[in-house]
């Protein structure tokens, strides 16, 4: 359970006011790489949003395969045991639609990083109030 990142050699700048980019060569590590990188050569910032995809997905089910969120979180009820509370249930149910939703494999139909940054604001755990 100790995730490593890397292979950032698809890297591209991609000008002020543009979403997407093309390039001459798609490489990049099968299974992480957006769909429509392999298949049109275009990279575009929901081809990040694809990657981040599979790697919460790899995360939460130790491998890169989708499985339903009723598996994944009975697996991770089973993983933790009691130390579970509902509110972790919860953030790991959140990350498992986050991640599905990420590797859709029509890129407008990810979801963009603000919207992601909200769903995640959403599970934070509230701290008690002092007394």
């Known amino acids: 359970m100790v995730p490593k990142i890397a292979d950032f050699c698809l890297s591209r ?3 002020e006011g543009q979403s997407q980019t ?3 060569k798609a490489i990049g ?16 910032y929901k081809s990040d949003i694809y990657s981040l995809g599979v790697v919460m997905t790899e995360i939460l089910n130790g491998q890169r395969r989708y499985f339903p969120n009723e598996n994944v979180l009975e697996s991770w009820r089973t993983r933790m045991g009691t130390s579970l509370t509902d509110i972790l249930l919860e953030q790991v149910r959140v990350c498992t639609e986050i991640s599905i939703a990420c590797i859709n494999p029509e890129p407008e139909c990810r979801p963009d990083m603000q919207r992601i940054i909200k769903m995640l604001d959403e599970t934070k755990c509230e701290e008690p109030a002092e007394q």
């Open 22 to 24: 093309l390039t001459e």
């Open 29 to 44: 590590t099968l299974g992480y790489v957006a769909p429509e990188l392999m298949r049109y050569r275009v990279v575009s």
């Open 13 to 15: 700048v991609i000008a």
